[in-house]
């Protein structure tokens, strides 16, 4: 009953350095989306999957890469970390249909 | 553009009382509707969703839609300490597959 599995917890990059950002779902959903959530300004969607092999722009794509590998993974790369990009990381999955989505416990990153 | 707004709090309620949540949103296509409660460290989970208007109850929870006013609310009936949390009312509009859109949360503190 894993549901959406995020990977590391926590990351404390240097600036400049890059490092990629992964997640696997078990609940059959054909979207996925990456979120950072920073204080004040709630939770900003960055990309998202509709299906396999389809990625978009969310509101806040600069800086940011993603791949859809498979139905069940979905991972977003940073490819040249900055200080800004300093938050925590959220990964979901969803129906389309019904519109909800269910979150994995959350990536802490640290970018000095 | 989407917009979701929702009083930041923190809103104190006392122990057994009634904790009322409210919400509006932008975007007349918007189509369903959630509830999502978060704990200090950890990621959202949903509590509520709603896609027509009236009132919609699980447990102690009421969630309540008016689309003609855009307006969404979350009822807590005895409230008990551990309903202290931050809650978020996300939006999805018809036809998007581009995910939620939230707002920023609501402090909830119950006083025992």
């Known amino acids: 009953n894993a549901g959406v599995t995020q990977t590391p917890k926590f990351q404390v990059l240097k600036t400049g350095q890059s490092m990629t950002l992964q997640c696997a779902q078990d609940?059959?959903?054909?979207?996925m989306y990456w979120y950072r959530q920073d204080p004040g300004m709630g939770l900003r969607l960055i990309y998202y999957?509709?299906?396999?092999?389809?990625?978009d722009k969310g509101e806040v794509p600069n800086g940011y890469n993603v791949s859809r590998l498979n139905k069940r993974e979905f991972s977003l790369r940073l490819e040249s970390a900055a200080p800004s990009q300093t938050s925590v990381y959220f990964c979901a999955s969803g129906s389309e249909t019904l519109g909800e989505a269910f979150f994995g416990q959350g990536t802490r990153l640290t970018v000095v | 553009q989407k917009e979701v707004e929702q009083n930041s709090g923190p809103l104190s309620v006392p122990e057994g009382a009634i904790a009322s949540l409210n919400c509006t949103y932008s975007?007349?296509?918007?189509?369903?509707f959630f509830w999502y409660r978060q704990y200090s460290g950890k990621s959202p989970e949903l509590i509520m969703s709603?896609?027509?208007?009236g009132d919609k109850e699980d447990g102690r929870f009421t969630a309540q839609l008016n689309k003609a006013s855009q307006y969404v609310s979350l009822l807590i009936r005895d409230s008990q300490p551990s309903d202290s949390a931050t809650y978020l009312c996300a939006v999805k509009r018809r036809g998007g597959a581009d995910g939620l859109t939230f707002g920023k949360g609501t402090h909830l503190i119950i006083q025992p």
């Open positions: 709603i896609y027509s208007n």
């Open positions: 999957s509709a299906s396999e092999g389809t990625t």
């Open positions: 975007d007349r296509v918007s189509q369903s």
């Open positions: 609940m059959n959903h054909n979207s």
